[in-house]
């Protein structure tokens, strides 16, 4: 499954950055109850050092679970650039709350 995103950077710098080798932190945002039950916000924020760059490039990814066990939306921000390319960010979400014995899927954020 693929696992990278590529963004294009000012200049038309172009920059790839593969998920699956960083360490995200997900963090539970937002618990809402809906129609076919609990709809969770994840998000995770990457900085980065990129060479060019004044600041450091901020990626914000978002997911939302909804119905539960399924990622329905997703959402990549940056502080620079544009996303050309996504993969889905729902295969790093999802197995990570699995993975964690201690998740029972009703933590307040």
Known sequence: MKTD???ILPGD??????LSQEN????LEEIDEREMGVERLYE???VKDVEDLDEPLE???RVWEYPEGFANMQEIELSEGNVVEECDLGQFV?????EDDDYDGEDEP
Request: overall charge negative; glycine content about 0%; aromatic content about 12%.
């Open 44 to 46: 995770a924020v990457l």
């Open 5 to 7: 995103i590529k963004i």
């Open 13 to 18: 710098k172009p920059l790839n950055i593969d």
């Open 24 to 27: 995200l932190n997900w963090e």
């Open 59 to 61: 990626i914000t990814l």
């Open 94 to 98: 999802i197995s990570y709350y699995e």
